[in-house]
Structures are given as C-alpha cells and as structure tokens.
Nanobody
C-alpha cells in the first residue's frame, strides 16, 4: 500500500510562514488527487486544500484562501502546502491525503485512500 510521510510543521509567530511536504513512498504512480486536512483539539476536521492529478483543479477552504498554496512536483508523488501569514487559528495537526481515483467530493474524508501521520503546526500570538 502507498505510504505518505508528511512533514514541515513547527512553531511560528503569527504572520510567519511554513511549508509542509508530503512524500509518497515507492513508485506510487497510481496516485491522482491529493489534499491537506487539519484538525485542532475539539474541532471538526477541515479540508484546507486540494489538487487534482493534473494539477489543474485546485480548492482552498475560505479560511485559508489567499494565504495557503498547494502544489505538487512534476513526478506527482510529492505535494506541498505553502502557508503564509499564519494566524493562531491555523494551529492544528495537518494531514496529507491521497486518492487513487477520480474525486467527486474534495472535502469528504472517505474520498481518500491514503493518509499521512500528521504534522503539528502551532502559531503563537
């Protein structure tokens, strides 16, 4: 099975930036769409960004639009989330996700086949 390793989290001041990375192990050419989810304690999980297998279709949650950018390298086995102008409200564990099939609902957890272990992002004020 495909393994995803997400990384890049840390502690930053409000207004700072972080770049999260998600690397798929092996020759995972079956991967199509990928996304980033986050969950803070006591809060519902939220899809913050999505990118299609072609890289053409993009989605951002309203709460991060204009501040976060999702991208993937040409091999399509690594996805990034550039997070700028971070706010304390962005504090959460961020999870990378990947789908082997066409995506009908970008924000539905069951859409995705593989998940990373999560990386902690903490934004101080």
């Amino acid at each position: 099975q495909v393994q995803l390793e997400d990384s890049g989290g840390g502690l930053v001041q409000a207004g700072g930036s972080l770049r999260l990375s998600c690397a798929a192990s092996g020759r995972t050419f079956s991967i199509r769409a990928m996304g980033w989810f986050r969950q803070a304690p006591g809060k519902e999980g939220e899809c913050v960004a999505f990118i299609s297998g072609t890289g053409i279709s993009l989605y951002y949650a309203d709460s991060v639009k204009g501040r976060f950018t999702i991208s993937r390298e040409s091999a399509k086995n690594t996805v990034y989330l550039q997070m700028n102008r971070l706010k304390p409200e962005d504090t959460a564990v961020y999870y990378c996700a990947a789908s082997n099939r066409a995506v009908a609902d970008k924000t539905r957890l069951t859409t995705y086949d593989h998940w990373g272990q999560g990386t902690q992002v903490t934004v101080s004020s």
